[in-house]
């Protein structure tokens, strides 16, 4: 299918910058209290039993949460001992969000690593494949290559970014509409691509889709990667649930 001219760029966003780090003692301190008495289980994050110490109490190095400490989360109710959570919380992104590891439940805003680029929205008349009543949103990813930052696998290194600039189709509706908002919140949250190892071709050290998948091709669905596809925006919100970018992140805005 030859690709229609779109009508001019909707939007452009540009990447955000990597937020300052917080103290990671004060996030573990946000989002959990602490209990006097210890549930009869195990830490699920080091195996122990909740009443012993933490299996991180020898590589973890606390001055503010000691080894006994215990704690649940304040939403789910989850129990951990805190010098586990803040191994964990250490050991990721430290972007001042926290998720749970029993249940996946996300306190905090979540952020990613994807690099510095732009996402741009355009609109064009003709339609998806089971979307026949609407015409087409397309987004346009551009990601060049850099360094990698703190954040990265290897900092200091290059990575490439390969297949830029990468084009996404939603249907131009209301359910299409919401998940395109949703996705420009992802991207400012920096959610939609990271580094990593590309599945397709093995490269290391490359931009690769992050968990959300987009459908690229307009009219064929052979690969999975194109229309008609009835369940995809359900599971693109679903996908997007996952990574804590909900309607209730329109709402904020």
């Keep these: 299918m030859q690709m229609p001219k779109p009508s001019r760029v909707q939007q452009a966003l540009a990447g955000a910058t990597p937020k300052p780090e917080p103290e990671p003692e ?32 020898d590589v973890t190095d606390s001055k503010a949460i000691g080894s006994l400490a215990v704690g649940h989360l304040t939403k789910c109710s989850h129990a951990f001992h805190l010098l586990c959570l803040l191994a964990m919380y250490c050991n990721g992104n430290k972007d001042g969000s926290l998720q749970c590891p029993s249940c996946k439940t996300i306190y905090g805003e979540k952020t990613g690593t994807q690099p510095q680029g732009k996402m741009e929205v355009l609109r064009f008349q003709m339609s998806l494949p089971g979307h026949e ?97 009835p369940n995809y925006l359900q599971n693109v919100l679903a996908e997007l649930a996952a990574q804590g970018v909900t309607e209730d992140c329109l709402e904020q805005q």
């Design 26 to 57: 004060q996030v573990i301190k946000n989002y959990t209290e602490e209990l006097k008495v210890p549930p009869d289980e195990d830490c699920i994050i080091c195996m122990e039993k909740l009443s012993a110490a933490s299996g991180y109490s």
């Design 133 to 229: 009543d609407c015409g087409t949103i397309l987004i346009v990813y551009s990601i060049p290559h850099g360094i990698q930052g703190p954040e990265h696998p290897n900092p200091g290194k290059p990575f490439t970014a390969r297949g830029f600039p990468r084009q996404c189709y939603l249907p131009d509706n209301a359910q299409g509409r919401k998940v395109l908002e949703l996705l420009k919140v992802a991207w400012k949250r920096r959610l939609i691509f990271t580094v990593g190892t590309s599945s397709t071709t093995g490269e290391t050290d490359t931009v690769v889709w992050n968990e959300i998948h987009h459908k690229t091709e307009m009219d064929r669905n052979i690969t999975g990667h194109g229309y008609p596809d």
